[in-house]
């Protein structure tokens, strides 16, 4: 700054200059394709800070969903109150239905815990079902998959009817098993489809599905298709029948 603008600047443009923050990087670099900022930016804005969980806890701008006492966060399928049992930091399927989150998402990275049960009733299809429902509509298929022989495109971590996992890293019953989930929500134009939902999911931490469109909401013994909804829907988990638990469940909208 020259000594003559700093003694004829007003007193209110002084404090700006004094409180920008000096950008790192350049401002003579060729601009990026379709962006308004250039090759090492000096004014482009950093990242927030965000502080990583210790483990699987949630990161610091997380929305924890469930974090082992109860379920404000959820509701039943008709917005009545969420009925599952939660004991001893975990949630459990009972019978009394779906649960839905309250809020409504759009592209989310989701994780969950779960567990399907010790004692072994049945078997295929009966054995640990339950599952995680994108939107209400795009299921993650949950399922006691170890040493369970099922059909493959619904056992544990299947896009449900449409695509099985890569691998099955299902651990044994009694176990817990990690989802996460990275997920860009379809898109529509009136009523036509632009792009699909596509979906990242890694089983324990290993990758089963990489960037994968779903063909449509998940169908049983029918070929998925779209119908145009809300950009947002809530996240479901599906009560089966089968005495599932969950425990450690957040998301971050992306
Ligand atoms: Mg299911």
Redesign the pocket.
């Given at each position: 700054m020259s000594k003559l603008f700093a003694l004829t600047a007003p007193p209110a443009l002084l404090v700006v200059l004094v409180l920008a923050p000096q950008g790192v990087g350049y401002d003579d670099t060729p601009r990026l394709p379709a962006s308004q900022w250039r090759v090492h930016d000096k004014a482009r804005p950093v990242p927030d800070v965000v502080v990583a969980g210790r483990g699987a806890a949630p990161p610091s701008d997380a929305i924890v969903l469930f974090d082992g006492t109860d379920l404000s966060a959820w509701q039943g399928r008709e917005g009545e109150a969420a009925g599952w049992r939660v004991d001893g930091g975990v949630m459990e399927v009972n019978g009394s239905g779906d649960i839905r989150t309250r809020q409504s998402f759009g592209d989310v990275q989701l994780h969950l815990e779960w567990s399907s049960p010790t004692e072994i009733q049945s078997e295929s299809q009966g054995r640990g079902?339950?599952?995680v429902f994108l939107m209400g509509r795009y299921?993650i298929?949950?399922?006691d998959s170890f040493e369970n022989r099922s059909y493959a495109d619904g056992q544990a971590a299947a896009l449900?009817g449409q695509r099985p996992p890569d691998v099955n890293v299902t651990r044994a019953p009694g176990s817990w098993n990690t989802y996460d989930i990275l997920f860009r929500a379809p898109r529509f134009e009136g009523d036509e489809l632009v792009s699909p939902g596509i979906v990242t999911v890694l089983h324990n931490g290993v990758a089963v599905h990489h960037a994968e469109p779903f063909l449509g909401a998940t169908r049983h013994r029918e070929v998925a298709t779209y119908a145009p909804h809300e950009p947002q829907g809530p996240i479901q988990l599906?009560d089966?029948g089968n005495p599932v638990r969950f425990r450690n469940v957040w998301v971050r909208e992306l």
């Open positions: 079902n339950s599952g299921e298929q949950i399922l449900y599906q089966h």
